[in-house]
């Protein structure tokens, strides 16, 4: 592994105990960089080696069946890392309290763990680390090019990220180590999970997208086969979109994107423009995203807007809005705009919005509030509560860009905007067909 994927966050004395793999975002046994690292510690120490995964009562707004995507997909990880000699240990309740107290309990002599940026994962971590007697590596897993190789500062823009990763994706985009089973055997009691009594309690998963990493690739291998090669024509189009629907198998680390990027390039018979195409939404925007969110500690707020957009909109906050809505028009998708409408409820079936939608989607809640604070945290609500995959750097970045200008520039000024990008329904008539896709999600939920 590269040595710029690890660095160390807790400094203490070696010790002589095994080595436990705190997994928290990466979820996943294939392509996993922070427990490639943890094998590869654990075996030059002559140390047993554990995964420990903490669920906690409460994620933000996930939902239950969020909670169920997860449990399903992390069954079958642990059933793979069993086959390595690797075996899971499942806790519940606050990681930041729940994991030092398991390490302590095996006296772990090194701890490794996966980075996040987003808050609830810096909150555990604050926690945890006082608590813990053990050093503590953590491994960025996440990106391609880590993020803290990447630029060491918030950028402005995919523009000015992009040639820093382009610079040292050669470097970082590498073949993943085979995993050989662990030689050392873990002999003492764990706390192990009862699966069927976890899927009992959440319920089903979202009928839209099966849960797992064997999912994941299968998905992953429709899509080379059948949307890479339209990408760059019809990624953009809600009706037969080319687009992954990678994302809540990225979200939720069922799926390295390291190892996406590494199917891309080697496909056949993918137009240069469609494989660019992709290839920029899955590593410059995506990692533009997490150098957002490790860069601004209020992602999630309007404190996280340039000066021109914030200015622009506080100009406009007193314009007349066409629509006022509530709460409930938009969580029902009940408002005058039908496209909006349609767009709410394939979210509300599916769990998942098409890409260029969720930006209308977000500018519209921006045009129907009273001032862009309540747009914000009305968009982070929904977004979070029902997209499977919510919660994620993306989606902070996405709706900073889409009500606050993050990422963008200054446009032709209109109202309630300002000079932040709108966008409009006559404009999506231009560019596909609306009215199919209106017809599509009429249908009662
Ligand atoms: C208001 C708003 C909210 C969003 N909320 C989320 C969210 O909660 N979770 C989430 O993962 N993405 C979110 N996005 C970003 C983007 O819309 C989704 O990642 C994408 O639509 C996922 O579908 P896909 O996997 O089929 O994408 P594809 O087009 O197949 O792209 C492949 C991958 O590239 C990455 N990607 C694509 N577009 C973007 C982008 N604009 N920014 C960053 N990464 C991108 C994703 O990881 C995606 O899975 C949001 C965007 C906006 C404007």
Redesign the pocket.
């Known amino acids: 592994m590269h040595p710029a994927r690890a660095r160390l966050i807790h400094s203490r004395p070696q010790q002589d105990g095994p080595v436990v793999y705190w997994m928290h975002r990466e979820l996943r046994a294939a392509d996993n960089w922070a427990l490639a690292h943890a094998l590869e510690l654990a075996r030059e120490r002559g140390r047993p080696l554990c995964v420990a995964f903490c669920l906690a009562r409460h994620f933000g707004q996930a939902r239950p069946e969020h909670f169920a995507f997860l449990v399903r997909g992390l069954r079958e990880t642990a059933a793979a890392l069993e086959a390595l000699g690797i075996p899971l240990a499942l806790l519940r309740g606050e990681p930041g309290r729940e994991i030092p107290a398991f390490a302590r309990s095996v006296g772990a002599g090194l701890v490794v763990t996966d980075a996040d940026p987003t808050k609830p994962k810096r909150a555990w971590l604050a926690e945890a680390l006082p608590r813990l007697d053990a050093p503590v590596v953590e491994v960025d897993g996440r990106n391609v090019v880590p993020v803290r190789a990447a630029s060491d500062k918030r950028e402005y823009m995919a523009r000015t990220l992009r040639p820093k990763i382009q610079r040292l994706l050669p470097e970082f985009l590498d073949e993943f180590p085979a995993l050989a089973p662990h030689p050392v055997a873990w002999d003492a009691p764990l706390p192990r999970a009862d699966w069927e009594a976890l899927s009992a309690e959440f319920g089903p998963p979202p009928k839209a997208f099966a849960p797992g990493e064997a999912a994941a690739q299968a998905r992953l291998d429709a899509f080379l086969r059948d949307g890479l090669p339209r990408y760059a024509d019809d990624?953009n189009t809600p009706v037969e979109p080319a687009?992954?629907?990678?994302?809540p198998y990225?979200?939720f680390g069922q799926l390295s994107a390291q190892r996406v990027a590494l199917k891309v390039l080697a496909a056949r018979n993918v137009p240069a423009e469609a494989r660019d195409g992709?290839l920029e939404?899955?590593i410059v925007?995506?990692e533009l995203?997490e150098n957002f969110c490790l860069h601004t500690p209020d992602y999630d707020t309007p404190e996280a807007f340039p000066a021109w957009a914030a200015a622009t909109l506080a100009k406009h906050q007193d314009d007349p809005r066409p629509h006022l809505a509530s709460e409930a028009e938009l969580e029902a998708g009940d408002t005058p705009d039908p496209l909006w409408n349609a767009a709410q409820r394939q979210l509300l079936a599916t769990g998942h919005m098409?890409?260029w939608l969720?930006?209308y989607?977000?500018k519209q809640i921006l045009l129907w509030s009273p001032d862009a604070a309540t747009a914000l945290a009305r968009?982070l609500r929904l977004?979070d509560a029902l997209?499977l995959?919510?919660r994620?750097v993306?989606?902070y970045?996405?709706?900073a860009?889409?009500i606050g200008g993050v990422h963008d520039r200054p446009w032709p000024e209109r109202p309630v905007f300002g000079t932040v990008r709108s966008m409009t329904l006559s404009g999506a008539r231009r560019k596909f067909d609306v009215a199919a896709f209106v017809e599509r999600w009429s249908i009662g939920l």
């Open positions: 990624r687009c992954s629907l990678l994302s990225l979200h992709f939404q899955l925007r995506r995203a098409h890409g969720r930006m989607w977000a968009c977004n997209s995959d919510g994620d993306n989606g970045a996405g709706m860009w889409s």
